[in-house]
Nanobody, 119 residues
């Protein structure tokens, strides 16, 4: 059974940092893409970062230079380090086994973790 379990969200002041974790079971993160998505209130879920199996990484422009995606192959866990957080980063963050949703292709999602940036 494939499962992604997220942790690390919370409330932080603007300019602060959080690190999200995504622990995988049933699939090997080293061999797969890992997508980090977020969904803000009233908005659609959107891709924030894509960590490819060759370790190339995509970031959406709004987080470049502030967020860093990585993975620990030994622990089969992916991370999203978020620095210099802004109120507009407030959202539910999800990790996923893909970086896009393609009809007919299975995607496994984490349960989501709330990130709130507020003073």
């Amino acid at each position: 059974q494939i499962q992604l379990v997220e942790s690390g969200g919370g409330l932080v002041q603007p300019g602060g940092s959080l690190r999200l974790s995504c622990a995988a079971s049933g699939l090997t993160l080293e061999l797969d893409r890992i997508g980090w998505f977020r969904q803000a209130p009233g908005k659609e879920r959107a891709l924030v970062s894509c960590l490819n199996s060759d370790d190339s990484i995509y970031y959406v422009d709004s987080v470049k230079g502030r967020f860093t995606a990585s993975r620990d192959n030994a622990n089969n866990t992916a991370y999203l380090q978020m620095n210099r957080l802004k109120p507009e980063d407030t959202a539910i963050y999800y990790c996923a086994s893909a970086c896009s949703v393609v009809p007919g292709m299975p995607v496994w999602w984490g349960q989501g973790t709330q990130v709130t940036v507020s003073s």
